[in-house]
């Protein structure tokens, strides 16, 4: 086994990139073209940050059991080799998903340049490339429904790290109430969704203008119809549960294909009800507590440091001349001396990293806020909660201005006097 291969396949699994087995990504791996698409993910995306061919040379080994006569689609082709037998369904499998994703790219790039005057033949070939995705993508699932069922087991999915947006996620989930079904205002909903779910790769849409209901699309083609005007309270329960199931089950795949577009940004923070809102402000004021006090131990420290190493100043460059029998004990003294500022420093670093964190936090929860009430204010909402925003106001206001005066000014370590060179020298 490649080592560094398997690694390389630990972390593409681990970020989302890729969703089956070791053995099914060593296989697709030997097409030139294929590692071609994996290197532009882990280069774009920061996860590589060499050339190509180190990185070839690092992961890429040569299959010799593949018959040499084997051949690969071509960059582009976008209808997938034909492959016979039950054993090869999860390489019919594998040619499928890339003729749709081919195919779907190449939709995203005619629709960027064309915009909304596409020519007589960009028409065509979109006309074209609709009815390849489509084929493909039917036969996709049919393939899949075929491997499932001759799967003998069921693998157990590999639990992946959290991620940041893995949380921004689960708040934006919490906007998925019966009482968001029971509302009825499919455009105010339609704008609050937009607002917190775009960014995974769902787009909602009202459903017509004589209809209470939404549309909700997903990047990767599937969508769902929800009704927002159901006549039980069990309905609405109902109707939330399939929301929000249709959407944990098509994140990561339009969350990926999201990614690949030019203009791709990381998930923000973003609140779903004023609730978050208040947490938010709440947990940033004890972090700004807690950073309080750590300034305040930093600080404590360097006073102690001054404290302790006072007798220093005695060492001049005179006095060390009429007593150099002292030069040892003063030696002894400042190198004592240099090793409390060294860590004392370590602690600065630590103090100016988390101030950074704390001031970067407050601007997103500001940010993230401030979006919350635009969203709200669109429909002239009078329920605002004036108790959040002045939560907000007296809480997170106070860490603007300030924090970096709490810093502790660390001075460098004082001049070492070499006797033995007579001359000063920068500790």
Do not use: C
Not at 228 to 252: G, I, Y
Not at 260 to 271: C, E, H, I, P, T
Request: proline fraction near 3%; glycine fraction near 6%; charged fraction near 35%.
């Amino acid at each position: 086994m490649n080592e560094e291969q398997k690694k390389l396949y630990d972390v593409l699994v681990r970020d989302g990139y890729y969703t089956k087995s070791f053995e099914e990504f060593q296989a697709q791996f030997q097409d030139p073209e294929y590692q071609d698409k994996v290197f532009g993910v882990v280069k774009r995306d920061g996860l590589y940050t060499k050339d190509k061919d180190s990185f070839l040379e690092k992961y890429y080994t040569v299959d010799k059991k593949k018959d040499d006569t084997e051949s690969v689609s071509e960059v582009g082709s976008l209808e997938p080799p034909a492959v016979e037998g039950g054993d090869d369904l999860l390489a019919r499998h594998d040619s499928l998903e890339q003729t749709y994703m081919d195919a779907w790219k190449r939709i995203q790039d005619i629709q960027r340049e064309a915009g909304d005057s596409p020519t007589p033949q960009q028409q065509k070939e979109l006309v074209d490339l609709n009815e390849t995705f489509d084929k493909a993508f039917a036969e996709y699932n049919t393939v899949a429904e075929q491997i499932m069922g001759e799967s003998p087991k069921v693998d157990t999915p590999v639990e992946q790290p959290r991620t940041e947006a893995d949380t921004f996620f689960d708040m934006a989930l919490e906007a998925i109430t019966p009482e968001l079904i029971d509302r009825g205002d499919e455009d105010r909903v339609a704008v609050e969704l937009n607002e917190l779910l775009n960014q995974y790769g769902f787009d909602v849409e009202t459903s017509g203008l004589l209809t209470d209901a939404l549309t909700v699309t997903a990047k990767n083609g599937q969508s769902i119809d929800v009704d927002l005007d159901p006549w039980r309270s069990k309905t609405e329960v109902a109707e939330s549960d399939k929301l929000r199931q249709f959407l944990v089950d098509n994140r990561r795949e339009s969350e990926n294909l999201l990614k690949q577009q030019n203009d791709y940004q990381d998930a923000k923070l973003k609140f779903a009800t004023e609730k978050q809102i208040g947490e938010n402000i709440a947990r940033l004021s004890r972090e700004e507590n807690d950073f309080l006090e750590f300034a305040q131990s930093v600080s404590d420290a360097e006073a102690e440091i001054k404290r302790k190493h006072a007798g220093l100043d005695k060492y001049t460059e005179a006095y060390l001349r009429a007593n150099p029998e002292e030069y040892d004990e003063y030696k002894a003294q400042y190198d004592a001396y240099a090793a409390d500022m060294a860590a004392l420093q370590d602690l600065d670093k630590q103090l100016r990293q988390r101030s950074q964190e704390l001031l970067y936090a407050d601007q997103e929860i500001k940010r993230a806020t401030g979006e919350f009430f635009d969203t709200k204010s669109q429909f002239m909402i009078s329920d605002v909660g004036g108790l959040v925003k002045r939560a907000f106001a007296e809480g997170s206001a106070r860490m603007g201005r300030g924090m970096v005066d709490l810093l502790v000014d660390i001075g460098q370590p004082g001049r070492r006097i070499d006797m033995m060179g007579e001359r000063d020298t920068e500790g």
